[in-house]
Antibody, heavy 117, light 111 residues
Framework: QVQLQESGPGLVKPSETLSLTCTVSGGSINSYYWSWIRQPPGKGLEWIGFIYYSDSTTYNPSLRSRITTSLDTSKNQFSLNLTSVTAADTAVYYC???????????WGKGTTVTVSS | QSALTQPASVSGSPGQSITISCTGTSSDIGGYNYVSWYQKYPGKAPKLLIFDISNRPSGVSHRFSGSKSGHTASLTISGLQAEDEADYYCSSYSSSSTRVVFGGGTKLTVL
């Protein structure tokens, strides 16, 4: 079955760029929307954005100015870059597959990113 | 502050049924039938329980059911079990620029 795995640095300095990659195994990255979601410590889930295999994207407007995403079909991976990070960006970051219009049926295990000097 | 409103906590005894509500607006729950529910244990990834208001993915127990009335969606767990103790999140498609909105989460305690 399809599995997702997030990877990237666990510690990022303030004002720098957070970069994460999600590797899709057991299935093709084509023909699905893929999503990033995060959960700050002690808080709820926050949707970050969608990316489609055609490189079409939709982002949370609260983060739009700082986000870029990309998708590499040859590696079956998609990535998230979040610039100018602050402590408020400290969270567990998840990647997920979009099954219908917005429901996420397959999730990665999550990766913890701490923003600190 | 989350776009969708859930109770912070609910509780129930083993064998009982509980319902978690999730209230939105006409831009999300009230306008579309794309409500999802997720179960989340601490330190684990969310698991999709319900999609499109009331549909269960393969492998999800029939004890979990979903419904919607107006701007409010609900998740009902029947025959409560100790293993159901977790956080539950609702989510909806939204016509606003924030395409996916979540509730703040509800902590279920099994007494």
């Amino acid at each position: 079955q399809v599995q997702l795995q997030e990877s990237g640095p666990g510690l990022v300095k303030p004002s720098e760029t957070l970069s994460l990659t999600c590797t899709v195994s057991g299935g093709s990255i084509n023909s699905y929307y893929w999503s990033w979601i995060r959960q700050p410590p002690g808080k709820g889930l926050e949707w970050i954005g969608f990316i489609y295999y055609s490189d079409s994207t939709t982002y949370n407007p609260s983060l739009r100015s700082r986000i870029t995403t990309s998708l590499d079909t040859s590696k079956n991976q998609f990535s998230l870059n979040l610039t100018s990070v602050t402590a408020a960006d400290t969270a567990v970051y998840y990647c997920a597959r979009i099954s219908g219009l917005s429901d996420m049926d397959v999730w990665g295990k999550g990766t913890t990113v701490t923003v600190s000097s | 502050q989350s776009a969708l409103t859930q109770p912070a906590s609910v509780s129930g005894s083993p064998g009982q049924s509980i319902t978690i509500s999730c209230t939105g607006t006409s831009s999300d729950i009230g306008g579309y039938n794309y409500v999802s529910w997720y179960q989340k244990y601490p330190g684990k990834a969310p698991k999709l329980l319900i999609f499109d208001i009331s549909n269960r993915p393969s492998g999800v127990s029939h004890r979990f059911s979903g419904s919607k009335s107006g701007h409010t969606a609900s998740l009902t767990i029947s025959g409560l079990q100790a293993e159901d103790e977790a956080d539950y999140y609702c989510s909806s498609y939204s016509s606003s620029s924030t395409r996916v909105v979540f509730g703040g989460g509800t902590k279920l305690t099994v007494l």
